[in-house]
C-alpha cells in the first residue's frame, strides 16, 4: 500500500472501516495467490454479485463480465474502491479509459478477491439483528449486555455487576424510542471513554490533540487532521478496550507521522506494543455485524 501525505484538498488520514479506498490512498493487489482462500472466492462472478452499480462501466475479464463506476478527479493516480457497492474507480481526468481498462487488468486478482470477500460478508449478514424490545442483548465493551426497559431508580442506569442497562421507559416503549435511548447512553460513554484513553496515550506519546469529537461514519473507526484534530466512531463502544486503545493509539501517533510509513508503526509500537493482535481483531470485525442503530 502507497500511502501520500496529507495535502490543502486532503488534510487527514482515515481508518477505515473495512476495504475500501480512503483519500490519498492507492491499494496494491496482494501477492501472490491470497493463500487458505478457495478459488472459487478468489475469483467470483461479479455478474452475480453486488449489482451493477447506476451509470457503471462494463468489462470483460476473460471470461467474466466486470462492472465498475468510474469517476474523474485532480488526484494523480488511479485509485480502486472495493466495497458493498462493488467495484469503484477514481482516475485522473487527463488519464484514458483505455488506462483505466489496462490498470483493471492489471490488478484483477485483487479486484475479485476483494469483491469474494464482500460477497462473503453480505451472507454473513443473515446474523439475528437486535430486536429493540426489553430483553434484549448488545455489544458493550466486547462483553453482552441486557436491555431492561423498567428502572428501579426511575432512572437511566446501568448495572456493572449484572450488565444490565436499565433504560427508564415505559412497557409500551416502541423500537425507535428504545434504539434512540440506547445510542444515547452509548454515545455518553464514548465521550467520556474515548477521551480518557485519548489523554492516557497522548501522554504516553508526549503529543497534545487540538480537539476531539465523535463521529458516527460509516466507513472509517478515526481520523487524524494535519492541524490535530482527532474524531473518533462511538460505534468503537462495542468493542474490548484493547481495540479501543488501538484505534487512540494510530490515531495519536499521526500527530508523529502524517502516513503509514515504518516510522509510524513503530510510534504506534511505542505506546502499544499490542497492535498487531488488536487491528487484527479490528479487522475480523466487520461493521455490518454491529448492532444498527
Same mark, same amino acid.
Request: hydrophobic fraction near 40%; charge should be neutral; glycine fraction near 4%.
Given at each position: 500500500?502507497?500511502?501520500?501525505?496529507?495535502?490543502p484538498?486532503?488534510?487527514?488520514?482515515?481508518?477505515? +472501516?473495512?476495504?475500501s479506498?480512503? !483519500?490519498?490512498?492507492?491499494?496494491?493487489?496482494?501477492?501472490?495467490?491470497?493463500?487458505?482462500?478457495p478459488?472459487?472466492?478468489r475469483?467470483?462472478?461479479?455478474?452475480?454479485?453486488? !449489482?451493477?452499480?447506476?451509470?457503471?462501466?462494463?468489462?470483460?475479464?476473460g471470461?467474466?463480465?466486470?462492472?465498475?463506476?468510474?469517476?474523474?478527479?485532480?488526484?494523480? %493516480?488511479?485509485?480502486?474502491?472495493?466495497d *458493498?457497492r462493488?467495484?469503484?474507480?477514481?482516475?485522473?481526468?487527463?488519464?484514458?479509459l483505455?488506462?483505466?481498462?489496462?490498470? @483493471?487488468l492489471?490488478? =484483477?486478482?485483487?479486484?475479485?478477491?476483494?469483491?469474494?470477500?464482500?460477497?462473503?460478508?453480505? %451472507?454473513? &449478514?443473515?446474523? !439475528?439483528?437486535?430486536?429493540? &424490545? *426489553?430483553?434484549?442483548?448488545?455489544p458493550?465493551?466486547?462483553?453482552?449486555i #441486557?436491555?431492561?426497559?423498567?428502572?428501579?431508580?426511575?432512572?437511566?442506569?446501568?448495572?456493572?455487576? #449484572?450488565?444490565?442497562?436499565?433504560?427508564?421507559?415505559?412497557?409500551?416503549? *416502541?423500537? =425507535?424510542?428504545?434504539?434512540?435511548?440506547?445510542?444515547g447512553?452509548?454515545?455518553? =460513554?464514548?465521550?467520556?471513554?474515548?477521551?480518557?484513553?485519548?489523554?492516557?496515550?497522548?501522554?504516553? +506519546?508526549?503529543v497534545?490533540?487540538?480537539?476531539?469529537? $465523535?463521529?458516527?461514519?460509516?466507513?472509517?473507526?478515526?481520523?487524524?487532521?494535519? *492541524?490535530?484534530? @482527532?474524531? $473518533?466512531?462511538?460505534?468503537?463502544?462495542?468493542?474490548?478496550?484493547?481495540?479501543?486503545?488501538?484505534?487512540?493509539?494510530?490515531?495519536?501517533?499521526h500527530?508523529k507521522?502524517?502516513?503509514?510509513?515504518?516510522?509510524?508503526w513503530? %510510534?504506534?509500537?511505542? @505506546?502499544? !506494543?499490542?497492535?498487531?493482535?488488536?487491528?487484527?481483531?479490528?479487522?475480523?470485525?466487520?461493521?455490518?455485524? +454491529?448492532?444498527?442503530f
Open positions: 500500500m502507497k500511502l501520500l501525505r496529507p495535502t484538498d486532503n488534510p487527514q488520514l482515515e481508518l477505515p +472501516l473495512a476495504d479506498l480512503v !483519500p490519498g490512498v492507492v491499494h496494491e493487489p496482494p501477492q501472490p495467490d491470497m493463500p487458505g482462500q478459488a472459487a472466492e475469483q467470483p462472478d461479479p455478474a452475480a454479485w453486488p !449489482p451493477a452499480q447506476p451509470n457503471a462501466r462494463m468489462l470483460r475479464v471470461e467474466r463480465t466486470l462492472h465498475y463506476a468510474l469517476k474523474r478527479s485532480s488526484r494523480r %493516480t488511479i485509485g480502486f474502491t472495493v *458493498d462493488g467495484l469503484s474507480i477514481t482516475a485522473p481526468r487527463w488519464v484514458t483505455g488506462d483505466v481498462e489496462s490498470a @483493471i492489471e490488478k =484483477q486478482r485483487w479486484i475479485f478477491a476483494k469483491l469474494g470477500e464482500w460477497r462473503h460478508r453480505e %451472507t454473513r &449478514r443473515v446474523l !439475528p439483528t437486535v430486536q429493540w &424490545r *426489553d430483553g434484549a442483548s448488545l458493550f465493551l466486547g462483553q453482552p #441486557t436491555l431492561r426497559l423498567e428502572s428501579p431508580a426511575a432512572v437511566l442506569m446501568f448495572d456493572a455487576d #449484572t450488565r444490565v442497562l436499565h433504560l427508564a421507559l415505559p412497557a409500551h416503549a *416502541d423500537d =425507535q424510542q428504545i434504539k434512540d435511548r440506547v445510542q447512553w452509548l454515545q455518553a =460513554q464514548a465521550r467520556r471513554l474515548l477521551a480518557e484513553r485519548l489523554d492516557l496515550y497522548a501522554d504516553k +506519546l508526549g497534545r490533540h487540538t480537539g476531539f469529537a $465523535l463521529t458516527s461514519a460509516a466507513t472509517r473507526w478515526g481520523s487524524c487532521t494535519a *492541524d490535530g484534530k @482527532i474524531r $473518533l466512531n462511538w460505534r468503537l463502544m462495542h468493542f474490548p478496550l484493547s481495540m479501543i486503545d488501538y484505534v487512540a493509539a494510530h490515531e495519536l501517533a500527530l507521522e502524517m502516513n503509514h510509513g515504518p516510522r509510524f513503530e %510510534t504506534v509500537e511505542s @505506546i502499544f !506494543p499490542e497492535f498487531r493482535d488488536a487491528r487484527a481483531e479490528l479487522r475480523a470485525h466487520p461493521p455490518e455485524l +454491529l448492532p444498527t
